[in-house]
């Protein structure tokens, strides 16, 4: 087939626009957080977000944009982000700042939470190592001859170590101006039950590298202080960026004004913190979620899960987002953990001066870390932030003082650290919630009661019947609170298994779909065939989108080891729309210690394609052999053409010659466009 697609202008300009914020992501320069700025993506799994060279990532985080970063499920987009940025604070007491030649009672560096810091000087020195390191590479994927797969751009490895217990390793350490040197390992796994979490490995030593030229200062770091800040953000694809005319959420939801912070195990006399059986046993986390707010058009109650009403009741925000500690070091030279570590979880204003440096303040302002300090070493509040709010009867976007939100604040410490003393500290940070599929169920269901076209049966997460719509859908979006700390209490489980997790077999090394005259073609390589737990190959496929939010993916092929083929032919594709694939090698089911006797799949991400392949005919011998569809064209039948919003704006062009010229004119005959 001859094809020749024909879109507006506006859709092409957008699409470019969206491709220009990623560019400093890619490690190109950045004018917020440092000198060089680099950046490295992990893209493999569910949860897709980006890390900075300097070991944490502020807001905007040089790249303009504020809510792309961990994002899940990331299958519907990055439009699914959840964070909106991450502060790191190192403090210490009686400290000499050599570059001015003076003790500080307080000093205290960081990086982030806001862009504009240190205006008139240096973050944390830029990383003396940055290293994205795998236990295999990325597949090679390609659509009709055509490079096709994310990872292409975002997984350059810089190491394959096929020992390695996670399927992808971050590596960055920092020299910072207090001394004390800074390695993260950050641990990602895409076998689907550990799939939505990252799991931080931090080591913090004294070396006395005060920057990253590697200027030696040798002393005692006292009362060492670590803290971790995290700004989520659920509004996600109600309020996404660059999509104004794809919302229904608030706009300050997009910055975090209606978050609400909890906190978790800061009692480790608690009898469920002490048992092993209990979903909170030892569970040290902060966690989030979307509160109802206010100024949107449904009631309080049914605006959990923030529910898009005038659509589908799809809901942009149906899931939980936190962090945990995994281990905490008792003291330098003792590895046991500490049960009362973290010892400071608070939330702060993220807008309040504490937060956000002013540019007439400069790194050595005694009084400004004294009181940076003072918060670090705070304690556990009275009561979380969601108990404030839940006692004020006040909406959580009108709880508190500020525009910005509340953030969440995780303190370890203090710590006397000698020359040569380190302190390890294990964190998971992970997203849990409903799935796509459940989502869109439940939202579904409730529209028809909130709407009142409908009744279909509603059933409670613990299998009861209900008539509450708002009742059934509040249940559902909170089931992600126990979704969550399952996926806290996984990541323990990795972490204690020295980060080994059941795998699957290795996704195919290679993949390759073409486009057909009668059917589109699929092929991959047979290096899964050798695992010794080798079970067959899933196909995923998705019609029309691809990682976004109106994405649908569904099986439609599979096979196991005994009638495992490494080709297929998808013979159900309709001419006119576009397919994107994705094929999974997939275990014998043996090895899975969550649901046992279910295959685990090697990840989706491997393999999903980003070019869309189609039907195409042979080129036409005739001008009365040439099809034009829809012919004429008409914006106000859009939806009704191609059928998905995805492929709206488009004229095709069936039967025409191997060499041709198109025009398209007006009705009044102005000619729009020509090829």
């Not at 300090?373 to 404030?388: P, R, V």
């Not at 795998?503 to 092929?523: A, H, M, N, T």
Request: glycine share 10%; charged share 20%.
């Amino acid at each position: 087939m001859k094809k020749t697609t024909f879109h507006r202008i506006i859709p092409v300009l957008f699409a470019a626009a969206l491709l220009l914020p990623f560019r400093p992501l890619l490690g190109q320069g950045g004018q917020y957080i440092g000198w060089s700025q680099q950046m490295k993506w992990l893209r493999v799994n569910s949860l897709h977000g980006y890390f900075s060279e300097h070991g944490c990532e502020p807001e905007t985080g040089g790249d303009n944009q504020y809510n792309i970063r961990f994002s899940w499920p990331a299958q519907y987009g990055l439009v699914q982000a959840t964070l909106r940025a991450r502060g790191m604070w190192l403090g210490c007491r009686d400290y000499y700042q050599a570059p001015v030649d003076k003790v500080f009672a307080y000093a205290v560096t960081n990086i982030g939470m806001k862009p504009n810091e240190y205006p008139a000087g240096r973050p944390i020195p830029n990383a003396v190592d940055f290293r994205l390191v795998g236990r295999f590479d990325h597949p090679v994927v390609s659509v009709d001859d055509q490079l096709a797969n994310h990872n292409n751009l975002y997984d350059i490895l810089d190491e394959i170590d096929p020992d390695l217990k996670a399927d992808r390793m971050l590596v960055v350490k920092n020299h910072t101006p207090v001394g004390v040197t800074v390695t993260k390992k950050v641990y990602v796994y895409t076998q689907q039950y550990n799939d939505n979490y990252y799991i931080y490995d931090y080591t913090l030593k004294n070396t006395g590298v005060i920057d990253g030229e590697g200027t030696v200062v040798k002393q005692p770091v006292k009362g060492f202080c670590f803290m971790l800040l995290n700004r989520y953000a659920l509004a996600g694809e109600s309020v996404p960026e660059n999509a104004s005319d794809r919302t229904w959420g608030v706009g300050n939801s997009n910055y975090a004004r209606n978050l609400v912070n909890d906190v978790i195990g800061a009692n480790p006399e608690a009898a469920d913190f002490n048992d092993p059986s209990s979903p909170l046993y030892r569970m040290r986390a902060n966690i989030g979620w979307y509160g109802p707010h206010s100024e949107r058009p449904v009631s309080l109650e049914d605006d959990w899960g923030c529910p898009d009403e005038q659509g589908t009741g799809v809901m942009a925000a149906a899931r939980y987002v936190g962090q945990a500690a995994l281990h905490v070091d008792t003291a330098p030279g003792n590895p046991e953990d500490d049960p009362t570590q973290p010892r400071t979880t608070h939330y702060v204003n993220s807008d309040e001066d504490i937060s956000q440096r002013t540019p007439s303040q400069s790194i050595y302002d005694e009084t400004f870390m004294a009181k940076r300090y003072a918060f670090m070493i705070k304690g556990h509040a009275e009561k979380t932030q969601a108990q404030d709010i839940a006692d004020s009867g006040t909406p959580a976007n009108e709880w508190g003082s500020g525009v910005g939100g509340y953030t969440s604040t995780q303190g370890f410490g203090p710590y006397d650290l000698n020359d040569g003393d380190s302190i390890r500290i294990v964190l998971v940070q992970g997203v849990a919630g409903l799935s796509r599929e459940k989502n869109r169920e439940v939202g579904g269901n409730w529209l028809q009661y909130y709407k009142g076209t409908g009744t279909p049966a509603l059933v409670m997460p613990d299998g009861s019947p209900t008539t509450d719509h708002t009742g059934y859908k509040r249940a559902w979006v909170q089931t992600g609170r126990d979704s969550l700390l399952q996926t806290f209490q996984r990541a323990r489980k990795a972490f204690q298994s020295g980060f080994a997790v059941p795998q699957p077999p290795p996704p195919p090394s290679w993949f390759k779909v073409e486009s057909g005259g009668d059917r589109i073609r699929l092929s991959w390589n047979d290096n899964a065939a050798a695992d010794p737990h080798f079970g067959g190959y899933v196909v995923i496929r998705s019609q029309g989108n691809v990682m976004d939010p109106k994405a649908v993916y569904q099986k439609v092929f599979e096979c196991g080891a005994g009638d495992a083929v490494h080709t297929w032919d998808d013979t159900t594709a309709v001419r006119g729309f576009d397919y994107f694939y994705a094929v999974q090698s997939k275990d014998d089911g043996t090895q899975n210690d969550v649901q046992p006797g279910q295959p685990l799949l090697s990840g989706l991400f491997w393999t999903l394609t980003s070019v869309p392949a189609n039907l195409r005919r042979p080129a036409g011998t005739s001008l009365e052999g040439v099809r034009v569809v829809p012919n004429p064209y008409d914006l106000r039948s859009r939806m009704f053409q191609f059928g998905d919003e995805s492929q709206y704006d488009r004229i095709a062009f069936y039967g025409l010659p191997p060499q041709c010229k198109v025009r398209v004119y007006t009705e009044r005959g102005d000619l729009i466009w020509s090829k």
